[in-house]
Nanobody, 125 residues
Framework: QVELVESGGGLVQAGGSLRLSCAAS????????MGWFRQAPGKEREFVAAISWDGGTTFYADSGKGRFTISRDNAKNTLYLQMNSLKPEDTAVYYC??????????????????WGKGTLVTVSS
């Protein structure tokens, strides 16, 4: 079992940057694939990025390629998402999630086993 708590959301102007963090409890953080998902009002939850247990492999949705960077620090039990060049369409609640099973592809919400409660990112135009 792992508990996940996101932070770092907020209001930012278009073109700005934010860094999201996800603090994980437990000693098994390093064994999980970690991911970020987001859900905008009236839309389904969608994949943003994922990273393998050792940080050696990353996956990105097309919407964030070149702008978002996922990383993890296993010594600190923390996952990060650096978001640059933010756009109004990036406005959503961002969720941190953990998966026990590795897939060599982008992830779906059903792939994930544990979820945080989310942090709101609002990008103004």
């Amino acid at each position: 079992q792992v508990e996940l708590v996101e932070s770092g959301g907020g209001l930012v102007q278009a073109g700005g940057s934010l860094r999201l963090s996800c603090a994980a409890s437990g000693r098994t953080f390093r064994t999980y694939v970690m991911g970020w998902f987001r859900q905008a009002p009236g839309k389904e939850r969608e994949f943003v990025a994922a990273i393998s247990w050792d940080g050696g492999t990353t996956f990105y949705a097309d919407s964030g390629k070149g702008r978002f960077t996922i990383s993890r620090d296993n010594a600190k039990n923390t996952l990060y998402l650096q978001m640059n060049s933010l756009k109004p369409e990036d406005t959503a609640v961002y969720y941190c999630a953990a998966a026990r099973t590795h897939h060599n592809r982008n992830y779906y919400p059903n792939d994930m086993d544990y979820w945080g409660k989310g942090t709101l990112v609002t990008v103004s135009s």
